[in-house]
């Protein structure tokens, strides 16, 4: 988006709301699993406990 489709003229780019922050990890076997629990502890510091349907959450798998 340009200044021209803002009405008070004030330039707005997308981009400027854009988080710079870019992950790295380690290429390990236990990566996988890693990223599932910190996934579940966001989950789990963001909503209720009881909020999280036990019966849906699957655990990570990959096909190799």
């Known amino acids: 988006m340009t200044g021209e489709a803002v009405s ?8 400027e709301w854009v988080d710079d ?3 790295v990890e380690m290429d390990t076997p ?3 699993q890693c ?9 789990l510091a963001a909503l209720d406990p009881r909020d999280i349907n036990e019966e849906k959450y699957t655990a990570w798998k990959t096909d190799t």
């Open 35 to 43: 990223a599932l629990e910190a996934l579940r502890r966001a989950m």
């Open 30 to 32: 236990l990566r996988p």
């Open 21 to 23: 922050h870019v992950p």
């Open 8 to 15: 008070d003229g004030d330039p707005f780019f997308a981009y």
